[in-house]
């Protein structure tokens, strides 16, 4: 393995990490969808950010991104409050936004560096050549970079307001009554899934960024019954299929994001079946187990 | 015009109509986004397909999809039923993972050269204009088979979304037509890939079908409409593609699909912004009227010692007393709303000296007569049969007054009959010595 | 001794959602160390009211005063018990955890609970009998068993007046009965509680003041006074189908 391959893995890693570390709220929030809306709608943002200062530079593509993810969780919920029942406002919200992005994105392709496929699966594996500069010597990926300050910024906010967070997640009604300002933490932790989702939409694309918001954070779900060990376990299980992931598309010669997506579906099946505590057929064991001691207890 | 084009339009056409019309059951049965989860969820199964056939055929193809379609829902089941995930994150596992492994192989096909067979990334987001006659032919019977459905099991559907349990007291199949309305949903996502692509299909059951919902209260009509909006949009969206050598139909048929929405959403006639705007405009309007109208009629009271005789009102009072003064808040929208009803013949203003003096006409006293009577009608009740203080009935009766409809106003008046005096207008349960605002 | 302070004040609380009014100009003055139960058919706005008072829901008119103080002045003088089922208990969090959620309000923002809390919650958990589970995973934990780390949270909260939503509701009787000694013995200790309750049968032996409510207030006092058949005619006869009707009206026209 060269530094070519470290570079995609680590950056890989960082995207999976800081998508699982703030998947595992929405999680628990139910929001998973919401953030499978979100990581649709960001594209409108950035495609926009790039028709209107016609370059790639990344404060105005996080802008755009910002505010369509806010966007769409305060439509969602406009919507739902007019009758529409949320899951169909959800579906209406982003998918509306991700098609206007496409057509945009296709009728000014000429204009825009980026393209349909660049959406759908990242481009890590250009990572290693798309190098930041500091003056003249290149100090690395500029992905790297981008999303270790994202991963950062999320560790801080998230470890600034842990107990909010953890206690809007748990018991919204108590948390207001402790005078808790609940809508200001949720817009919050949308600004967040957003800030991570366009981070990671460069290296991994639209879509599966939505499977490292989601899939990391579930299978930690399975592992643990503590709050604090479920986002250590997310980032764990998120870096894990990165690194996999990468290794099985080297050797399929096929797409890395799909790759990761799919080795974290692996590690959610594994976790599904054999999780000491939560898997089903540790649990089937661990009944049969009881069964035969009540057995022998009768005989 | 490309002859091929009518095939693409129909085509279009076609699979709108039909995901609009089983969408409208899919968004009410509270399945929204399985259709996104089956799509996605589809997208290995077609790559597998292309895998083991070698060749780009439909048929093969859209089997391949429906079968990892399926699987996915299984998992889904799977997932909520034997952990302690929630169904909103088993959807997004689902969806996510199955497009990933998609996406995988895919890529795999492609870059082992077989994938120059193009066609396969049309999946992704929908290219009308690759279907041919022979794809039309089988898009056109099994969208026929979709609407024929629908029509026969239209009453079995309508129960299973509005009362699935009572339809099981009858003796109704529920579960099997559960699985019916599944299958369906199944089969209009794999057609409508080709065309939408597997990353927008959820808007084709969920968009007009939404849309739909603002314009009727009524089943049938709500599924009709939807089948309408799908089918437009599906047209729209062939067209506008047929224009560019690389638009992407999925998503112009999506942003059409949008468009009727955010029609609906603004102008539909009952829900829709305007509808409510105007609504809560007349509303207020009729608020401010009212309440000007009992104010005249109060400060007359007052001023002739509370006892309620009719003829008094006639008498004018200094318009001050009824809109504030000079720089209380609110006068001039008062003023406005005093102005109004002057022109419409209810009130009489007429400058004496300095002062601006109203009065009511006799009609204007008929309506605030009527205004009057349904506020102390309310306060009467909230005093002796809810046992509140009379000083908290004011505002309460404030909000009510003007919405008791005659029906709740007989119920009043024979309940409180011991208490009022009939015809004729009692005194106010609290004083009355302070303007309300 | 507070026993002739007025715990809570509440006067002309309206409460309504969606534009529907739910509960109407409701006023009394509660002593404090009293044990209240809020008594009501159901749709009558008893968890209403307790969200009214704790400011979680907007009032349309009214005003709530806590020790004679509005609410916000006051949160660290209540402790809030929600509805069980109000919570998902798959949360990954253990029994212990969730009583230290007591001491958030005490904490204030961005500081972190430390030894201190962890000791309260550990007293806390002892109090309702419950330290052998402190590291359970609150899924493994019954229903009784719940609602007593529900009572210890709230009991880490150290406050002086309590509202609590349903707290025996689903609950086996032993734990019913430790519930009330404990609610009881809250109350020897001079402290305010007011707890929605369904079972009749029991008010009279368990509190000394009793609220009845059904969308207004039909009496609040004193057990022996207040819980009359009269009263409780009032509360369900059910003669207010004309309130609900207007309420109704009310929001379609909006």
């Known amino acids: 393995m060269d530094s070519y391959d470290l570079a995609i893995i680590v950056t890989g890693a960082l995207v999976a990490g800081s998508c699982g570390f703030i998947g595992s709220f929405l999680i628990l929030r139910g929001m998973a969808l919401l953030g499978d809306a979100i990581s649709h709608s960001v ?96 100090i690395g990926p500029k992905a790297l970079w981008t999303m270790g300050i994202v991963f950062l910024i999320d560790l801080l906010v998230v470890g600034a307001f842990s107990k909010e967070f953890k206690i809007c997640s748990f018991d919204p009604g108590m948390a207001a009554s402790l005078g808790i300002n609940v809508a200001l933490f949720h817009y919050l932790m949308t600004a967040l899934v957003s800030l991570t989702t366009v981070a990671a939409f ?13 899939v990391p954070g579930a299978t930690a779900y399975l592992l643990t019954d503590s709050l604090g060990r479920m986002l250590g ?20 010669d096929s797409s890395i994001s799909g790759a990761m997506a799919a080795t974290a579906g692996a590690l959610f099946l594994l976790a599904f079946l054999f999780s000491p505590t939560h898997g089903v057929i540790s649990r089937a064991l661990a009944r049969r187990r009881v ?3 009540g057995e022998s207890m009768l005989q | 015009m490309d002859p091929n084009f009518l095939w693409v339009l129909s085509g279009s056409v076609l699979l709108g109509t039909s995901s609009g019309a089983i969408g409208a059951f899919a968004v009410l049965r509270k399945r929204s986004l399985l259709g996104d989860v089956l799509a996605h969820a589809a997208l290995p199964g077609v790559c597998l397909a292309f895998m083991l056939t070698g060749a780009k055929e439909l048929f093969p193809l859209l089997v391949g999809a429906a079968l990892t379609g399926y699987l996915g829902v299984k998992c889904i089941d799977a997932i909520t039923r034997w952990s302690r995930i929630k169904e909103d994150t088993a959807l997004g596992i689902v969806l996510t993972v199955f497009f990933g492994i998609g996406v995988m192989l895919l890529t795999a096909i492609q870059h082992s050269g077989a994938g120059n067979q193009a066609g396969l990334d049309t999946f992704l987001f929908g290219q009308a204009a690759s279907l041919v006659g022979r794809d039309v032919v089988v898009i056109a019977v099994a969208a026929t088979m979709l609407l024929l459905a629908v029509a026969l099991f239209f009453k079995e559907f309508k129960l299973l979304c509005f009362d699935r349990g009572f339809g099981e007291g009858l003796g109704f199949p529920m579960r099997q ?100 705007t105007l609504r809560y405009l007349g509303t207020r309007r009729k608020v401010a009227r009212e309440n000007l109208l009992r104010d005249v009629y109060e400060q007359h009271e007052l001023s002739f010692d509370g006892t309620g005789v009719a003829s008094d009102a006639l008498q004018g009072i200094e318009l001050d007393r009824v809109i504030g003064e000079s720089s209380s808040p609110g006068r001039r929208s008062r003023l406005r709303v005093a102005q109004a009803l002057a022109k419409e013949g209810l009130l009489r203003l007429e400058l004496t000296g300095e002062t601006w003096i109203c009065s009511l006409t006799p009609r204007g006293l008929q309506a605030a007569w009527d205004v009057v009577r349904r506020h102390r009608l309310w306060e009467l009740y909230l005093t002796h049969k809810a046992d509140l203080k009379a000083d908290h009935v004011d505002r309460d009766a404030d909000d009510i007054e003007h919405f008791l409809t005659p029906d709740l106003v007989a119920r009043l008046e024979r309940l409180l009959e011991e208490h009022h005096q009939g015809p004729r207008i009692w005194p106010s349960v609290h004083p009355l010595d302070e303007l309300r605002r | 001794m507070h026993g002739s302070e007025i715990a809570i004040e509440v006067h002309d609380l309206s409460v309504a959602y969606h534009k529907r009014p739910v509960i109407w100009g409701i006023d009394f003055e509660l002593p404090s160390g009293h044990l209240v139960a809020v008594v009501g058919p159901n749709g009558a706005g008893k968890s209403t009211l307790l969200k009214g008072i704790l400011g979680l829901v907007p009032p349309t008119s009214g005003w709530v005063k806590i020790h004679g103080q509005p609410y ?35 904490l204030g923002l961005l500081r972190r609970p430390g030894k201190k809390e962890r000791a309260i919650a550990w007293e ?17 934990l019954s229903g009784g068993q719940q609602q007593r780390v529900f009572l210890a949270r709230a009991l880490a909260q150290d406050a002086q007046v309590y509202l609590m939503d349903e707290p025996l509701a689903g609950v086996d009787a032993a734990t019913e009965a430790a519930i009330l000694q404990l609610l009881s013995d809250l109350r020897r200790e001079g402290k305010t509680v007011v707890v929605v309750h369904h079972d009749l049968q029991t008010v009279a032996d368990y509190f000394d003041w009793v609220l009845l409510l059904n969308m207004r207030l039909v009496a609040i006092g004193p057990t022996q006074e207040v819980f009359t058949a009269e009263n409780l005619q009032k509360t369900y006869g059910g003669r207010l189908t004309l309130l609900a009707d207007a309420a109704h009206a009310l929001s379609l026209s909006r």
Not at chain 1, 202 to 214: D, F, N, R
Not at chain 2, 222 to 246: C, E, I, K, T, W
């Open chain 1, 291 to 293: 069964g035969h001691r």
């Open chain 3, 124 to 140: 806390c958990l002892e109090r309702v009998g419950m330290a052998d589970f402190a590291h359970r995973q609150i899924s493994q």
């Open chain 1, 43 to 138: 594209l409108l943002g950035i495609v926009l950010a790039f028709l209107i200062t016609g370059d790639t530079s990344i404060v105005p593509m996080f802008v755009g991104a910002l505010i369509f993810g806010l966007l769409t969780a305060v439509m969602v919920q406009a919507l739902n409050r007019g009758g529409v029942e949320g899951d169909a406002a959800t579906g209406v919200t982003f998918t509306a936004f991700f098609a206007l992005g496409v057509v945009l994105l296709t009728a000014f392709a000429g204009r825009v560096h980026l393209d349909l496929d660049h959406v759908l699966y990242g481009e890590i594996a250009y990572v290693p050549w798309d190098l930041l500069y500091l003056g003249d010597v290149a």
């Open chain 1, 233 to 252: 376990l997310s980032v764990a299980v998120g870096s894990l299929s990165a690194a996999g992931g990468y290794l099985l598309a080297t050797w399929l």
């Open chain 3, 72 to 106: 916000h002045k006051q949160r660290r003088l209540v402790g809030y018990v929600p509805q069980r089922e109000s919570v998902d208990w798959d949360f990954p969090t253990n029994a212990l955890d969730v009583v230290m959620m007591g001491r958030y309000g005490h």
């Open chain 2, 177 to 276: 037509i559960d699985n019916l309305l599944m299958a369906l949903i199944v089969m209009a996502v794999i057609l409508g890939l080709q065309a939408v692509g597997v990353v927008l299909m959820a808007a084709m059951l969920i968009t007009p079908a939404v849309a739909a919902r603002y314009w009727t209260e009524r089943l049938d009509v709500m599924v009709l409409l939807s089948a309408l909006f799908g089918g437009l949009s599906g047209m729209a969206g062939a067209v506008v593609s047929a224009l560019g050598p690389r638009l992407p139909t999925g998503p112009l048929i999506v942003l059409a699909a949008t468009g009727i929405f955010l029609i609906s959403l603004v102008a539909a006639p009952r829900r829709g912004l305007v509808a409510k």
């Open chain 1, 202 to 214: 460069e290296s991994v694309g639209a879509i599966l960024a939505v499977a490292m918001l989601i």
